[in-house]
């Protein structure tokens, strides 16, 4: 696997940023000590009806973050029942279950077979009100036994039950009844002798895991006939104990997967395609076949892509081995058909992102914060600027010279409240706001530059447009939505539509749009006092609470959606006579009002998946925008949707869409344009029919 160069900096900096979320080993361990008093406390409550507790999941293994709000994994079992694997483990006296596994059982699963309290013998033909029979006539005890045992009144999503007011004090859980067997299962044994070159677990820890034992969890195999017979077998002791073996790398990392998972994966395929234990067997399986001295600092990026080389595979092979039963495939009736070539393309498009998709992520601010530790490092990519910027001083002195123009001729009231508040601020902590503000746009604006230059070569300069991400990046931060957009503009433009889908549902869940479509009144009431009394800076009051025009220069032609080009040339020929050519030139822009444009780019990603409903979804969205909203660039708005309805066969309904912008602004409008190219697919549609 190449290493990119920047790999040992970027990973030492992604380590330093989980520490400031709660990462370090010092809490990590405090997390965990806490969690087992609670456990053992739990288990003396609930002692008096001879039940035992086990606290299991993430919050047991220190693995989550307040960003990540995972919930508590409780297992009760039964002191009275026990579960053995054969019949040498019989005790008399107790009510005892014998595990099978017949030439139908999944791998994973077993039936249990009730024995006989003073005897050691399985029974047979006996069928009562809690003893079902098997298809060999064995006296099975059947998986939904458990539902009631503990009177809760409440919906089972397989074993399990979700209480959003737990036992005991705790907030979010799910509960689960198991029985426990102290008896290792024959279909796990090759766990136990497999062949470790890199000595991870240690024979120590294996041993300590044998004896741990299992539970058995009622739930059975979608796919088998006898699914009301069957229980899962779980390894989770086991995998607490391999969990708490992790050293420091080893532990961020799983994190990292963790919220890779929950941001692109989860957010578009949902909760039950790929989940956190899906991750968690990749962790084991490499940590188990690769050598202890990779997990270090210096070498994170490089380990969490070989997870997702490795969880590549599997799903291209649609097969994901549960690390204790190989034989036993996670991914069944899971990962198959369409989405599992469109997961397998999700993960193929992280991986060529070279770890640039961390700075993306936001839970805990982490992608926010590694975005800022890495911004020094822009100046030192090996590629030579030189040939990549070539010609670029012009553009730098047109954003730079026009950047004032424009942010107040496009801003106006958003950027009186922002001067408000500098006015508020010591004058050296004003200058440095909107120098970072500055920045921020500019990488943005300059970022798309570069990409329109590669983009636009015959043969695509890749080197060019990783500098170009890097920009783009920066300036992702820029607003709520405007430096975001641009590159979720950059993805789609390059058919890297998930990723592309992933930063605009993100837009679209933390829209606040507060400071542009309110009055500048109306801010001052309710939003700058607040701000002031909570000690908010102003970059972050640009950062979360506005959402500013999209841009689009002539120079960045290349990088601009299709329909948008046209707005570059709006004003030609008599037009040029009415501009002022010293403060009018950004006409020659394409703006776009960003709500608006939000939804026109999901409409094109779900045209080019051919996503029908998603797409009348996206349209009647637009629609709703130009309604409801204050646009400032309405004529735009109206040229935009109806190069999505000229796109989805409806002429009629474009024409009209033109004809209003028109009426709209008869000069500088560019939908004369689109109306020549109408009428032009009119007329071929009519000499079609002839």
């Not at 008093?37 to 993430?58: A, M, P, R, W």
């Not at 990779?294 to 997702?308: E, F, R, T, Y």
């Not at 909107?434 to 530059?449: A, D, E, P, V, W």
Request: with cysteine; proline share 4%; net charge neutral.
């Amino acid at each position: 696997m190449e290493v990119p160069d920047y790999y040992d900096v970027v990973s030492v900096k992604l380590m330093k940023v989980l520490d400031t979320v709660g990462l370090t080993e010092k809490i990590r361990w405090k997390r965990i000590e806490m969690w087992t008093q609670y456990e053992e406390l739990l288990t003396i409550i609930c002692s008096k009806d001879n039940v035992i507790s086990h606290i299991f999941g993430s919050q047991a293994e220190a693995t989550t973050t307040s960003g990540l709000r995972s919930d508590i994994d409780i297992v009760f079992h039964f002191i009275a029942d026990t579960v053995i694997a054969d019949m040498q483990s019989w005790k008399p006296g107790s009510r005892t279950f014998l595990m099978i596994m017949d030439d139908i059982t999944p791998p994973g699963y077993v039936k249990l077979q009730q024995v006989y309290n003073d005897i050691p013998f399985p029974i047979y033909n006996l069928q009562t009100d809690r003893l079902m029979l098997n298809r060999t006539g064995r006296s099975c005890i059947p998986s939904n036994i458990t539902n009631n045992m503990l009177g809760i009144d409440a919906e089972y999503h397989g074993p399990a039950v979700t209480l959003k007011d737990g036992p005991y004090g705790i907030d979010l859980c799910d509960i689960v009844v198991a029985l426990q067997s102290h008896s290792w299962p024959y279909t796990a044994s090759e766990w136990i002798t497999r062949h470790r070159e890199h000595n991870w677990p240690s024979p120590e820890t294996i041993v300590s895991i044998q004896q741990s034992g299992i539970f058995v969890v009622p739930v059975g195999h979608t796919q088998s006939p006898e699914r009301h017979l069957e229980w899962r077998i779980s390894f989770s002791y086991g995998e607490k104990i391999l969990v708490w073996q992790f050293n420091s790398t080893q532990y961020k990392c799983w994190l990292v997967l963790k919220m890779i998972n929950k941001y692109f994966i989860k957010k578009m395929f949902g909760e039950k395609v790929l989940t956190s234990y899906h991750w968690k067997t990749c962790m084991f399986y490499m940590i188990e076949t690769t050598p202890s001295v990779l997990w270090q600092p210096q070498n994170a990026l490089s380990c969490i892509d070989l997870c997702l080389m490795k969880m590549c595979t599997w799903v291209e092979d649609c097969n994901c081995p549960n690390y204790f039963i190989p034989a036993e495939n996670m991914f069944q009736d899971k990962v198959n058909g369409p989405v599992q070539r469109k997961l397998a393309n999700m993960l193929h498009d992280l991986l060529k992102q070279k770890g640039r998709y961390l700075t993306m992520i936001p839970f805990d601010g982490i992608g926010q914060k590694l975005n800022i530790a890495c911004q020094s490092s822009i100046t030192h990519i090996k590629y030579e600027m030189k040939e990549i910027t070539k010609n670029m001083s012009s553009v730098i002195d047109m954003i730079f010279a026009g950047m004032h123009t424009v942010w107040f001729n496009i801003l106006r009231d958003g950027f009186q409240i922002i001067s408000l508040l500098f006015k508020r601020k010591h004058p050296y902590a004003a200058r440095q706001d909107i120098y970072t503000m500055h920045q921020r746009f500019y990488c943005s604006n300059l970022g798309s530059h570069l990409a329109s230059n590669c983009l636009k070569q015959q043969t695509i300069d890749k080197e060019g447009l990783d500098v170009a991400y890097e920009f783009l990046l920066l300036g992702s931060a820029s607003d709520v939505a405007s430096g975001k957009l641009k590159l979720a503009t950059f993805f789609l433009l390059q058919n890297n539509i998930i990723l592309a889908e992933c930063i605009l549902q993100d837009i679209e869940e933390n829209y606040t749009f507060l400071v542009l479509n309110v009055a500048v009144e109306k801010i001052k009431e309710l939003t700058i006092l607040r701000i002031l009394n909570e000690n908010i800076s102003t970059t972050d009051v640009v950062r979360y609470y506005s959402a500013f025009p999209v841009p689009y220069l002539p120079s960045e032609m290349y990088c601009t959606p299709r329909a948008l080009i046209s707005e570059m040339f709006r004003s030609t020929g008599s037009h040029h006579v009415s501009l002022n050519l010293d403060k009018d030139y950004w006409q020659s822009w394409a703006v776009v009002d960003p709500k608006f444009y939000l939804y026109f780019l999901q409409h094109q990603c779900y045209h080019q998946q051919n996503k029908i409903t998603h797409k009348m979804v996206a349209l009647s969205n637009m629609i709703w925008v130009i309604r409801h909203e204050q646009l400032q660039y309405k004529d735009t708005a109206l040229n935009l949707l109806a190069y999505c309805l000229k796109e989805d066969g409806l002429l009629v309904q474009s024409y009209a869409v033109l004809s209003r912008s028109m009426k709209l602004k008869n000069h500088h409008n560019a939908a004369k344009w689109q109306i020549a190219r109408l009428v032009n697919a009119a007329f071929r549609w009519l000499g079609g029919r002839h």
